[in-house]
């Protein structure tokens, strides 16, 4: 799955236009990069993403009609086209590889949802398979909450907070994780974990769950540390490894915010093209203010958004 173009009108804090991701009816391409300065709205184009996707065909809660519409608008609407690999075209006997979907916000009435039922169908489709993509969001204000909640079924659970943000969206990975390896449930995917976290942070390795119950990290030869004194940066790869390999993120949409938060320009580069290798399937849109990450992209495939008005 990945998208071929958006186009979004009426939506709050961003000036009515569209992204064409598949120049010329090509393969949309598979990393698009979107930067500019603070407040240019960055973040808001992920935002639209999730608005479009969400309001026909949702993972969880929708978002609220005052995060999408303008204080003085009455309606938004988003439009946006798929494009389906040839295993979901079989699926949902697609006779095509672009389908479109249009969702509108309004204040002042019901609005008609209906479309196509092959996307539908795709786009409401959610499981921990590899071979099964989804909709997935890497918000800025990530981050291991100090808490963890208890998994009683983690495919529900993860569903509900896919496209969703704030300071609890990560507080059952950790659980997870920990039942993942306390319990062998799937050693292949305890040790793709393991390899990944490694390759993420190479001073530093996974070791497994403490008598405790605490998940444990460790340098060659040094003390066992549980996740919660890692540093940011640390968690942050722990949090992101975690979510790649347990929720089976591949041939997926991935919406990036941020991937230097907690890191140099460099090392942003680094641990991202780390993740592109370990799903290359997937089609990453990233919000950055990095140069390092803006440099990955294709010029065709950069969008530099100006300053705020």
Known sequence: ????????????????????????????????????????????????????????????????????????????????????????????????????????????????????????????????????????????????????TSVRDPVYEQRRVRLSRGPDKYAGIVKLAEQTMLRRTDDAKIAELKELFAKLCPHLRLRGVSAAGDIEFGREGGPPRPVSKLSMSEKQAFMIAATMVLVGVHHSVVLYDSPELYLSGAEARRQFEVLRAFAPTNQWIVATSSEDIVAMAAHRNLVRLGAPS
Not at 67 to 82: F, H, M, Q
Not at 107 to 117: Q, S
């Open 1 to 148: 799955m990945r998208i071929a173009s958006v186009t979004w009108k009426g939506f709050l804090g961003l000036a009515d236009g569209s992204l064409d991701l598949a120049r010329d009816g090509a393969l949309p391409a598979d990393l698009v990069v979107v930067t500019g300065p603070p407040g240019s709205g960055k973040t808001r184009l992920l935002d639209v993403i999730i608005a479009g996707k969400e309001r026909v065909a949702p993972y969880g809660p929708g978002p609220r009609l005052d995060d999408v519409i303008g204080k003085d608008g009455t309606s938004a609407k988003i439009t946006i086209e798929w494009w389906l690999s040839e295993d979901e075209r079989k699926v949902v006997g697609a006779p095509r590889p672009l389908l479109g979907t249009e969702a509108i916000y309004t204040r002042t009435g019901p609005a008609e949802l209906a479309p196509d039922p092959a996307i539908g169908v795709i786009l409401e489709r959610y499981d921990h398979e590899p071979q099964h993509g989804k909709v997935d969001y890497i918000p800025a204000d990530r981050g291991l909450p100090p808490h963890v």
